[in-house]
């Protein structure tokens, strides 16, 4: 399957595959670019383990963290790599089938 830019040059979309835990910092920069809701803000508390962000649970939150929402929806603009201050983003093609 080929892919082309509106004017039919070639075009191969790299897909939002992960988001390293350890290198993010939960700045929310890809979020704001990304208009597809790929990513999501979550909390991790001090077990890695990742919390809704709420006002309650505040106090059990190590760290906040972008982590992958619908990686379906990605369409592979690399947006969110551009963005990211970290490189905390792996991108590539998804295997056909």
């Known amino acids: 399957m080929s892919n082309a830019t509106r004017d039919g040059r070639d075009w191969n979309p790299a897909y939002l595959l992960a988001i390293d835990d350890k290198k993010c910092i939960g ?17 991790m508390n001090e077990d890695g383990e990742l919390v809704a962000l709420d ?3 505040d106090d059990e939150i190590e760290k906040k963290i972008m982590v992958m929402n619908d990686d379906g929806a990605c369409i ?9 201050p970290t490189n905390c983003q792996t991108h590539g093609q998804v295997p056909a089938g």
Do not use: I, P
């Open 55 to 57: 006002d309650d649970e």
């Open 27 to 43: 700045c929310g920069r890809c979020f704001k670019v990304c208009g597809r809701d790929v990513m999501t803000l979550k909390g």
């Open 76 to 84: 592979g603009c690399g947006a969110c790599a551009r963005v990211c």
